[in-house]
């Protein structure tokens, strides 16, 4: 009899020692997803300018095969960074392109969808009706010269003489302080 107790009890510590664990991982998964489930993003090896900062050159096409540069670049014009991946950039979105349809014109507003062009095509499809829209790769010209380092980021460009630099930047966190396009901030 003793034999099967000490059986008995070897399985129940298992079980208990399993349940532990499994109650560790399935926090671990929760603490790195979101409510959609998909993973969220940052860039760690870069950290974002602050206000007043000049924007750096860079040269890009959009998804209209238009040139972008840093001489294109206008007082008033807001630009947003999203990643295809990244579900809190799925779920602010629409505060994004609600914010850009508020502006005068399409010309006043850069999108930039960073990974892979097939996964961004129902992003970009949604963001080019508000603006211009560009997608490139991790660490690409565009988010490198505004040193975006998490998604999503808005940021508005000031202009000071010749002189172009960040007037705000805002992550997602809240919808109601996104900056909108052509001086309505």
């Given amino acids: 009899m003793s034999v099967v107790s000490v059986a008995i009890s070897l399985v129940g510590l298992l079980s208990m020692l399993n349940f532990i664990l499994l109650i560790g991982v399935i926090r671990r998964l929760r603490h790195g997803t979101n409510s959609t489930g998909l993973q969220t993003r940052s860039l760690p090896e870069i950290k974002s300018l602050p206000a007043g900062t000049p924007i750096s050159d860079f040269q890009s096409i959009t998804v209209d095969q238009a040139p972008l540069s840093r001489n294109d670049l206008q007082d008033g014009m807001t630009v947003g960074f999203f990643m295809v991946d990244c579900g809190t950039c799925h779920e602010k979105l629409p505060y994004f392109i609600s914010a ?5 014109t399409k010309e006043q507003v850069i999108a930039v ?16 009706s508000v603006g211009r829209v560009i997608v490139e790769d ?7 010269a505004f040193a975006v380092s998490s998604f ?19 992550t997602a966190s809240n919808p109601t302080s996104l900056p909108t396009p052509a001086n309505t901030i």
């Fill in 100 to 104: 850009a349809q508020r502006g005068e």
């Fill in 113 to 128: 969808v960073v990974g892979d062009a097939i996964a961004a095509e129902e992003m970009v499809t949604q963001l080019t």
């Fill in 138 to 144: 991790h660490f690409g010209p565009v988010a490198t």
């Fill in 152 to 170: 999503p980021t808005m940021c508005s460009v000031r202009r000071d003489g010749d002189e172009l630099f960040i007037g705000s930047t805002r």
